[in-house]
């Protein structure tokens, strides 16, 4: 992933670590414990506790955060947990329940890989926090982990389900947009930077050009910007590209 786009990843993981004290939702309590596996591995597990002392492991990892927001408008809000495996750059699993009629329901759980949770945000008003992913083309055709391109969309709850509404709240894939363009173009200007790190600005500058509907124009601007090899590559691995665009699990 571009060195600006995976500095903002981390950011985002390492502040929803740091929110996951003991916290009440609805009946319950939540609670991140640590414990020690039967390898001695450090794990942590998301407990519910409820008042008559019985308990829920909601999450089970190397590291676990875990937040509360209003996903779906409807009271009590939702809790968002991500739950790291501890491997080198991977792997995120993001999942979010709801209470409904004070059981615990699943509305979505989802291996994201190298990506996972950036931004949640009611950026509106309207009641409801959008979701935004970031999925990370690791590696992605024989790339660095920190030249691999990376896609950032957002997605709200709509008539019982996730849907994708990037264009409709356009501003993390925008800004992801402008620094892959901002650092392409100082690669250009400068000369200094080659192969593998100038395809991955290229395709991070594509990929979200084109979940924003202005795929085409980006692609005519790369033809007419970048080494051939660069668009060759692009060619090459375009259907790789475009293969993470489905719904959210």
């Given at each position: 992933?571009p060195?600006?786009?995976?500095?903002?990843?981390?950011?985002?993981?390492?502040?929803?670590?740091?929110?996951?004290?003991?916290?009440?939702?609805?009946?319950?309590?939540?609670?991140?414990?640590?414990?020690?596996?039967?390898?001695g591995?450090?794990?942590?597990?998301?407990?519910?506790?409820?008042?008559?002392?019985?308990?829920?492991?909601?999450?089970?990892?190397?590291?676990?955060?875990?937040?509360?927001?209003?996903?779906?408008?409807?009271?009590?809000?939702?809790?968002?947990v991500?739950?790291?495996?501890?491997?080198?750059?991977?792997?995120?699993t993001?999942?979010?329940?709801?209470?409904?009629?004070?059981?615990?329901?699943?509305?979505?759980?989802?291996?994201?890989?190298?990506?996972?949770?950036?931004?949640?945000?009611?950026?509106?008003?309207?009641?409801?926090?959008?979701?935004?992913?970031?999925?990370?083309?690791?590696?992605?055709?024989?790339?660095?982990?920190?030249?691999?391109?990376?896609?950032?969309?957002?997605?709200?709850?709509?008539?019982g389900?996730?849907?994708?509404?990037?264009?409709?709240?356009?501003?993390?894939?925008?800004?992801?947009?402008?620094?892959?363009?901002?650092?392409l173009?100082?690669?250009?200007?400068?000369?200094?930077?080659?192969g593998?790190?100038l395809?991955?600005?290229?395709?991070?500058?594509w990929?979200?050009?084109?979940?924003?509907?202005?795929g085409?124009?980006?692609?005519?601007?790369?033809?007419a910007?970048?080494?051939?090899?660069?668009?060759?590559w692009?060619?090459?691995?375009?259907?790789?590209?475009?293969?993470?665009?489905s719904?959210?699990?």
């Amino acid at each position: 992933m571009p060195r600006v786009l995976r500095a903002l990843l981390l950011l985002a993981l390492t502040q929803a670590a740091l929110a996951s004290g003991p916290f009440a939702w609805g009946p319950y309590t939540a609670v991140v414990e640590r414990y020690r596996d039967e390898g001695g591995l450090e794990m942590q597990r998301l407990l519910l506790l409820q008042k008559d002392g019985e308990e829920m492991v909601l999450a089970e990892d190397y590291l676990i955060s875990a937040e509360l927001a209003e996903i779906t408008g409807t009271e009590p809000p939702e809790l968002i947990v991500n739950a790291y495996s501890g491997g080198a750059h991977c792997c995120n699993t993001v999942s979010i329940f709801a209470l409904q009629g004070g059981e615990v329901v699943t509305l979505s759980s989802g291996d994201w890989g190298n990506g996972g949770l950036a931004l949640v945000r009611d950026s509106d008003g309207d009641g409801k926090a959008e979701l935004t992913m970031v999925h990370v083309y690791a590696y992605i055709d024989g790339l660095c982990y920190a030249c691999s391109p990376a896609v950032w969309r957002t997605y709200v709850w709509e008539d019982g389900r996730f849907v994708e509404a990037t264009r409709r709240y356009p501003g993390p894939t925008q800004k992801a947009v402008e620094d892959a363009l901002a650092a392409l173009n100082k690669a250009l200007d400068l000369g200094s930077v080659k192969g593998p790190e100038l395809t991955g600005y290229a395709a991070t500058y594509w990929i979200n050009a084109y979940a924003l509907g202005r795929g085409e124009a980006a692609w005519r601007w790369l033809a007419a910007r970048v080494p051939p090899e660069v668009t060759g590559w692009l060619e090459k691995n375009r259907i790789a590209l475009l293969r993470p665009f489905s719904a959210l699990p």
